[in-house]
């Protein structure tokens, strides 16, 4: 290997962290794209309509191969400041029960936002700079532990880390 050859890595990663915090900047955290590794997975924030509403995020986990659309929220907790995420599929509306929820519950966890250097803190507000990676806790292996995986359905589950590719609006 050429000396360019083995400098070209280092000089285009560089780059791409350049650029992502830059778009990042640009991008609120409400309106931020992201996708897995593998680009099977599309999470998209969209704004919260109300002040008064409990989440303080609210996202869609489209599986781009077969269309299906979950949706998510994001929580703050009460006893230490953590993002807690809910993602969810065909849930009854109006009262449920707690057997109810849980059966449509497909993710639970800790969303957290990842810098350029690796590391991790809260979800940004909604109208901050958008986080150039989150990370949900757990999040392949719910889905993969979930109904909706098998034959016929979902057989691809996505990393937990999710990097910043767009922003919509």
Not at 40 to 49: D, G, K, N, T
Not at 84 to 101: F, K, Q, R, W, Y
């Amino acid at each position: 290997m050429s000396p360019v050859q083995s400098l070209f890595p280092p000089v285009l990663s560089l780059f791409v962290l350049v650029s992502s915090a830059a778009f990042a900047a640009e991008c609120a955290q409400q309106d931020a794209i992201y996708e897995d590794r593998d680009k099977a997975y599309e999470l998209r924030f969209v704004p919260v309509e109300s002040a008064a509403a409990a989440a303080s995020h609210i996202f869609k986990l489209a599986v781009l191969k077969t269309g299906l659309l979950l949706d998510g929220y994001v929580m703050p907790t009460d006893e230490v400041s953590r993002s807690s995420g809910i993602i969810m599929h065909n849930c009854p509306e109006g009262d449920v029960t707690g057997a109810e929820l849980d059966a449509c519950t497909v993710w639970e966890g800790l969303l957290y936002s990842i810098d350029d250097k690796g590391g991790a803190a809260n979800l940004p507000d909604g109208t901050a700079a958008a986080a150039g990676e989150i990370l949900l806790a757990d999040l392949g292996s719910s889905i993969r532990s979930s109904a909706l995986w098998g034959e016929g359905q979902l057989t691809v589950a996505p990393w937990d880390v999710l990097t910043l590719k767009g922003c919509g609006q």
